[in-house]
C-alpha cells in the first residue's frame, strides 16, 4: 500500500505520524504523572512562600508593632491560590484573619480547618509544615512565628505564634495544569519543526531529484523526449540520470534509422496495394452497389448486371442474361418515349431521366435511369451501361408527405393550406364566368366540455364523425375543410344566385339533428355558420375567410345553432369596434381612465358600508364617457383584461388611503367574463392583493355576471372557493336578468346576490316586477345570502325595499357615482330621506307581502280604466270594474285581507274608499260604452282624487300593520293590549 504514494508525500508524512507519536507518548506520561506531580509542586511552593510571608511578619512587627505586621502579612496573602491567611496564638485561638465574612469565627468553624495538633507541631517546629485535608481541596501551610517582646521586669518575653496560608488546591492545580499545557504544546511545536526541517532536506537532495527523473522516463516512453542531463550529482541518483540519458541518446539514434527503412518499405507496399485496388475496386463497386447495373452489348443483348439489379427486379442473373432491356418494359411508356431516349443516347453518348418499369411480379415501379456508351480507342460503340435507382420509397413518401402538408392528420379534410389554394382557384373561376361562391366558416357549440368531461380522444373521435358528416353532405365541386380544432370551412361553387346559399346552409345544419353516438355516449352537438358571397363582398381570400369568421361570432351571439350572412356594414361596425379597443388600449397607457364610486348603504342604521369601483373614460377628443360607450366592446377583448386589472389596483390603492385616514369600506370591484375565465386570474389576484400587504382582502369584494359564472361554471367555482380562501368575497351582478335558477345559486358559491336595476326601478308600478325582487330576496335569505338592490332612485323606492325584507342598496336615490374627492365630501355631509329613518326600525312579514301587491294591483285598474277611456281595449273582464268583488284587490280585501286585518279600523276605512272607486269606474265605463268619451274623460280627476284617497288608505294600513301586532304573527302574538276584538286606530 505504501508503494502506491509518491516519495514527495509518504517520507514527510512519516516523520509527522513518528512525531505525533512521541508527542502522544509524552503527553500521556506528563497526564499519568501530573496530580501527584502538581501536589509536589504546591507544597514546594507553601513551604517557600510560608516562611518568606513568616519573616516579613517578624521584621514589620519589630519595626510597627502587631498592626504595621499584620499590614504586610495581608499585602503578601494576595495571591489568587491563597484563600484564606491566618494568625493564630499559643492558645489556638485565631488573631488575624484576612476574609472579613469569617472574621469572628473560632478556628474549628471554618472550611477544612487543621487540626490543633498539627498546628502544636507546627509552633515547635523550626521550618513549619504542609496538611492536605481529607477531601484533597485545601492545603495548609503551618510555619511558626517567634516574637520577642520587651518586659518591665526581666527584658523580654518570648511569644511563639502560627501562621496558617490556606491554598484553594483547585486553583493551584488549574494554574500547573496550565504550565503543564505549555510545556507540551512548546514540545510539540519543536517535533514539528523538526519533522519540516527534515522533510526540507530530504526533499532538495532525494525526492525532487527522483521526482525529475520519473518524469523524463514517463516522456520517453511517451516519445516527447529523451532522459536529461539536468539531474547532477556524484551519488547514486546522479551516475543513474546520467547513465539513463546516455542510453536514451542511442535508442533515438537507433529509432530513426529504423524509421527511415520503414518509411522506403512503406512506399513500395503502397504502389502494390493500389494496383491491385484498382482492379478490386472495379469488381466491388460493381457487386455491392445499391444501384441496379445492367451492361449490354452494342446489340442491346444483357451480358452482365449486378445483385441490385436482382434485388429491385427480381429477375435472376441467369434469367436476365441475353435478353433486352425490353424484357422490363411496363407498358405506361409510349414508343415515341423510347425514340426520342435513344436519339440523345446517340447524339449526346448519354441519357438521364425517370422510367417507369415492371417487376417480375408484375409490379410497377419509378426509377431514375443513366445511360452511358463505352467506346474503344477508334470510338467503336463496345457497350451500354445502365445504373438505375429504384425511387419507389420515395415517391410514395412525396405523395404522403404532400398529403399531410395539405391534409388535416386527424379528419382526412383539406387544411387551410390546400382551402385557400382551391379557394384563389374558384375565385378565378368566378371572374371568368361570372357566376358566385360562397365561404362559409362553421363552428361546433360547446365543444369544449365534451374534451374537458370525456378526454381528447374523445374529442378527436367525434370530430372525425362531424367531418364524414359535413363530407356527405357535400355537392360535387364543394369542398369542406378543416381550418383547427373545432372549426371547418366550407366552399360553395356554382351559385347561379344569393338565394341557393340558404337551401345548402339549412342541408348543413340539418346534419347535426341526430346526436352522435360513441360508445354508448351520446353527444347532441350543434353548430354555428357564418357565410359570405364572392363577388357581392369584394374581398380577397383573407379577407373572405376573415368576414365568414365574423359572421359566425354573429350566428353565436345570436344565440348559436344558427347561420349568419356576412354584412359589409357590421362589418364597419367592427372596425370601429377594434378603432375603439385600440383607442382604450392607448387610454390605458396615457392614464385617462378615472375610477369614480358609488356608495352602498344599509336602511336600516343608514350606515354607508361599501362602495362599487367604477370606472370612466376622460377621452381627450369626446370629454366623460360613460362605460355603456365603451365597455360592451371591450368585452370580448384582451383589453377588458388590461382595464379590470387596472380598476382592481386603484381601488386596492385607495383602500389603503382611506383606511389611514380612518375610512373603513368594502369596495367592490366588477370583473368581465373574459377576465374571470382565464387560468391566471387567481394567481393575478393574488399578486395584487400582495403589493398591498396592510390591507385585509375581506375588503374586497369582485362582482361577476351570472352569464360569465355559466360559460365554465367548474373553473369559476373554483376561482370563487380560492378567492374566498384569501379573504375576498364575491357578488353576483345583475341577478334575475340572465339564466339564474336554484341549481345555479347551489353551484356558484358567491356570498351577494344584486338585484338588476331593471327589475328594481318599476317595482313602483310594476307588480310583475315587485314579485320577482320579493322573489329574489326570498331566494337569497333561503341561500343565506346577503342581497342588494340596484336602481334606487326614490325614497319611495328605499321603503318598499325595506318593507320586502332588502336592506342594502345602491343607486342615484341615494348618490351618483363620483370621483374620490367628491366622493369623500359626500361621506362627510351625507344626509339621507327622513321616510327612510321612519320605517328603519320596522320589520315586514313575508304574510303581509299580499298586501304590497294589492297597492300594485288598484295602481294597474286605474291606469287600465284611463287608457280605456284613450281608445285602448278594456283588457280585464267588465265584471272587474262593476263587482267591486271581483277586481284582485277586492278579492284579497274579502279574502286574506280581512281575515287578517279584519280587526283593524285602517282596513275598514279602506273597504269603504275602494267601493266609492269602483263606483267612479262603473259610471265611467258606461260612458265609454255609451259612445260618450267626453262624459268619462270629465270623471277621469275625481277617479284619481279616490285612487289617491285608496292609496293613502292602504298606506295608514301598511303603518297600522307596522306598528301594531296581528293576533295571528307569531312575533306579535304575546303584546298585551290587542284582542281579537279590538279596533286598532
Excluded at 132 to 159: D, H, I, Y
Excluded at 547 to 555: E, F, K, N, R, V
Aim: include cysteine; glycine fraction near 8%.
Amino acid at each position: 500500500m505504501l508503494t502506491a504514494f509518491p516519495l514527495r508525500y509518504l517520507i514527510p508524512g512519516l516523520l509527522l505520524v513518528t512525531s505525533l507519536f512521541l508527542a502522544l507518548i509524552y503527553v500521556q506520561h506528563r497526564n499519568t504523572a501530573s496530580d501527584a506531580l502538581i501536589e509536589a509542586h504546591l507544597q514546594r511552593e507553601a513551604s517557600y512562600i510560608g516562611p518568606q510571608i513568616s519573616a516579613d511578619f517578624i521584621e514589620a512587627y519589630q519595626i510597627n508593632g502587631l498592626r504595621g505586621g499584620l499590614r504586610k502579612m495581608i499585602r503578601h496573602a494576595t495571591r489568587p491560590d491563597i484563600r484564606l491567611t491566618l494568625v493564630i496564638d499559643a492558645q489556638g485561638e485565631l488573631l488575624f484573619i484576612n476574609n472579613p465574612d469569617l472574621q469572628g469565627l473560632r478556628l474549628e468553624a471554618l472550611p477544612d480547618p487543621p487540626p490543633k495538633a498539627m498546628i502544636e507541631v507546627a509552633r515547635n517546629s523550626q521550618e513549619g509544615l504542609n496538611w492536605l485535608s481529607p477531601g484533597r481541596q485545601t492545603l495548609w501551610g503551618l510555619f511558626p512565628v517567634e516574637l520577642e517582646e520587651p518586659s518591665a521586669a526581666n527584658g523580654g518575653k518570648r511569644n511563639n505564634l502560627v501562621l496558617a496560608l490556606a491554598y484553594d488546591a483547585a486553583k493551584s492545580k488549574a494554574f500547573e495544569r496550565e504550565r503543564i499545557l505549555d510545556e507540551i504544546v512548546f514540545f510539540l511545536a519543536g517535533i514539528v519543526f523538526i519533522s519540516l526541517l527534515i522533510w526540507f532536506l530530504l526533499r532538495k537532495v532525494v525526492t525532487h531529484r527522483i521526482e525529475l527523473l520519473a518524469e523524463a522516463a514517463h516522456h520517453f516512453v511517451e516519445g516527447r523526449g529523451g532522459f536529461t542531463d539536468d539531474i547532477k550529482g556524484h551519488d547514486e541518483i546522479g551516475r543513474l540520470a546520467h547513465d539513463l540519458a546516455r542510453i536514451g541518446r542511442d535508442l533515438h539514434e537507433r529509432y530513426l534509422q529504423i524509421e527511415t527503412a520503414n518509411a522506403e518499405l512503406a512506399l513500395e507496399v503502397v504502389a502494390r496495394r493500389e494496383a491491385e485496388q484498382e482492379l478490386r475496386l472495379t469488381a466491388s463497386v460493381f457487386a455491392s452497389t445499391s444501384e441496379g447495373i445492367i451492361i449490354t452489348n452494342p446489340s442491346n443483348r444483357i451480358i452482365e448486371v449486378n445483385e441490385a439489379f436482382v434485388h429491385v427486379t427480381g429477375y435472376s442473373r441467369e434469367e436476365i442474361i441475353g435478353q433486352t432491356p425490353g424484357l422490363l418494359h411496363s407498358g405506361l411508356h409510349n414508343p415515341a418515349f423510347y425514340s426520342e431516349m435513344w436519339r440523345r443516347i446517340q447524339r449526346d453518348g448519354h441519357w438521364k431521366g425517370e422510367v417507369r418499369n415492371r417487376r417480375k411480379n408484375g409490379e410497377i415501379y419509378t426509377e431514375i435511369l443513366d445511360i452511358g456508351v463505352v467506346c474503344d480507342e477508334t470510338g467503336a460503340v463496345t457497350h451500354y451501361v445502365g445504373v438505375f435507382t429504384d425511387i419507389s420509397e420515395l415517391k410514395e413518401t412525396q405523395a404522403r408527405l404532400e398529403k399531410m402538408a395539405h391534409y388535416d392528420h386527424l379528419t382526412g379534410l383539406p387544411n387551410r393550406a390546400l382551402f385557400a389554394s382551391r379557394l384563389e382557384e374558384a375565385m378565378a373561376s368566378v371572374t371568368r364566368h361570372g357566376n358566385l361562391l360562397a365561404v362559409a366558416l362553421l363552428d361546433l357549440d360547446r365543444f369544449k366540455p365534451v374534451n374537458d368531461v370525456h378526454g381528447h380522444e374523445m374529442g378527436d373521435r367525434l370530430l372525425i364523425e362531424i367531418a364524414q358528416r359535413l363530407d356527405a353532405c357535400m355537392r360535387t365541386g364543394d369542398i369542406v375543410a378543416r381550418v383547427g380544432g373545432d372549426e371547418f370551412v366550407l366552399l360553395i361553387q356554382d351559385l347561379a344566385e344569393a338565394d341557393e346559399l340558404w337551401p345548402f346552409l339549412q342541408r348543413v345544419q340539418a346534419t347535426f339533428e341526430t346526436p352522435v353516438r360513441i360508445d354508448g355516449h351520446v353527444f347532441d352537438i350543434t353548430s354555428s355558420l357564418g357565410a359570405t358571397l364572392y363577388p357581392n363582398d369584394p374581398g380577397d381570400a383573407d379577407a373572405l375567410l376573415r368576414h365568414a369568421d365574423q359572421a359566425m361570432y354573429l350566428a353565436k351571439q345570436a344565440g348559436r345553432n344558427q347561420y349568419h350572412l356576412f354584412d359589409p356594414v357590421q362589418d364597419r361596425q367592427i372596425h370601429q369596434r377594434y378603432e375603439l379597443i385600440e383607442k382604450m388600449r392607448h387610454g390605458l397607457a396615457e392614464n385617462q381612465f378615472e375610477v369614480y364610486y358609488q356608495p352602498k348603504l344599509c336602511m336600516r342604521g343608514m350606515t354607508v358600508y361599501g362602495a362599487e369601483a367604477l370606472v370612466r373614460w376622460n377621452d381627450p377628443e369626446r370629454g366623460l364617457v360613460a362605460p355603456g360607450e365603451f365597455l360592451p366592446h371591450a368585452e370580448n377583448h384582451d383589453v377588458i383584461v388590461a382595464l379590470d386589472q387596472w380598476v382592481l389596483e386603484q381601488a386596492l390603492r385607495q383602500q389603503v388611503l382611506w383606511r389611514a385616514a380612518g375610512i373603513e369600506l368594502v369596495v367592490s370591484v366588477n370583473i368581465a367574463a373574459r377576465d374571470l375565465q382565464r387560468e391566471d386570474f387567481v394567481d393575478r389576484l393574488r399578486a395584487s392583493l400582495q403589493r398591498f400587504p396592510t390591507l385585509p382582502a375581506k375588503c374586497l369584494e369582485l362582482e361577476i355576471l351570472e352569464s360569465a359564472a355559466l360559460q365554465n361554471m367548474l373553473h369559476i367555482r373554483k376561482v370563487i372557493e380560492t378567492g374566498r380562501q384569501m379573504g375576498v368575497s364575491f357578488s353576483l351582478d345583475d341577478f334575475g336578468a340572465g339564466y339564474a335558477s336554484l341549481a345555479y345559486l347551489k353551484e356558484i358559491p358567491v356570498d351577494t346576490l344584486k338585484i338588476d336595476q331593471g327589475f328594481v326601478r318599476d317595482i313602483l308600478e310594476d307588480r310583475g316586477d315587485l314579485a320577482l325582487v320579493h322573489g329574489v330576496v326570498g331566494l337569497a335569505q333561503a341561500f343565506n345570502l346577503k342581497v342588494v338592490a340596484e336602481g334606487v332612485e326614490t325614497p319611495e323606492h328605499g321603503v318598499l325595499l325595506m318593507r320586502l325584507g332588502c336592506e342594502n342598496v345602491q343607486g342615484y336615490g341615494i348618490a351618483r357615482p363620483m370621483p374620490v374627492d367628491k366622493f369623500e365630501a359626500w361621506l362627510s355631509a351625507s344626509r339621507f330621506d327622513e321616510t327612510w329613518q321612519a320605517w328603519e326600525g320596522s320589520y315586514w312579514s313575508a304574510e303581509d307581502y299580499p298586501l304590497l301587491m294589492a297597492q300594485r294591483d288598484h295602481l294597474d285598474w286605474i291606469a287600465q280604466l284611463i287608457a280605456c277611456i284613450d281608445g285602448a281595449p278594456l283588457e280585464e273582464s267588465e265584471c272587474e270594474f262593476f263587482d267591486l268583488r271581483a277586481c284582485r284587490l277586492g278579492h284579497w280585501y274579502d279574502s286574506i285581507g280581512h281575515t287578517r286585518y279584519g280587526h283593524m279600523r285602517a282596513f275598514q276605512d279602506l273597504g269603504v274608499t275602494h267601493a266609492e272607486v269602483h263606483r267612479i269606474g262603473a259610471e265611467i265605463l258606461h260612458a265609454i260604452q255609451a259612445g260618450q268619451q267626453k262624459e268619462a274623460r270629465s270623471r277621469v280627476p275625481e277617479l284619481l282624487v279616490m285612487k289617491d284617497a285608496v292609496i293613502a288608505s292602504l298606506s295608514r294600513l301598511q303603518r297600522a300593520v307596522d306598528e301594531y301586532p296581528l293576533l295571528d304573527s307569531p312575533r306579535q302574538r304575546n303584546l298585551p293590549g290587542i284582542s281579537s276584538g279590538s279596533s286598532v286606530e
